[in-house]
């Protein structure tokens, strides 16, 4: 059974740090790229970044370039997304996701306020 658990998120004011991490089973890690994925309060979802499977190749939406960092972590089928100077636009709820698959975490709240 896949299973993908977030943790990490929580309530942090502006400009704080925050990392998520998605610990992934029950399927190869590395043999897949991943996602993150957030849902802002009312909102559609939102593609944040990509990784591919060695970890060398990565991708940033424009809102979050030079702010997040993705990586992983393949001994520990681990998933992670740094996230640095928070905006209250980065309030979302946040998904690991792997590529090309049904297969989502149950997410993780970031609140960002003062």
Do not use: H
Request: proline share 2%; net charge neutral.
């Amino acid at each position: 059974e896949v299973q993908l658990v977030e943790s990490g998120g929580g309530l942090v004011q502006p400009g704080g740090s925050l990392r998520l991490s998605c610990a992934a089973s029950g399927f190869t890690f590395d043999d897949y790229a991943m996602s993150w994925v957030r849902q802002a309060p009312g909102k559609g979802l939102e593609w944040v970044s990509d990784i591919s499977t060695n970890g060398g190749t990565t991708y940033y939406a424009e809102s979050v370039k030079g702010r997040f960092t993705i990586s992983r972590d393949g001994a520990k089928n681990t998933l992670y997304l740094q996230m640095n100077s928070l905006k209250s636009e980065d309030t979302a709820v946040y998904y690991c996701w792997v590529r090309g698959t049904t297969y989502w975490g149950q997410g993780t709240q970031v609140t960002v306020s003062s």
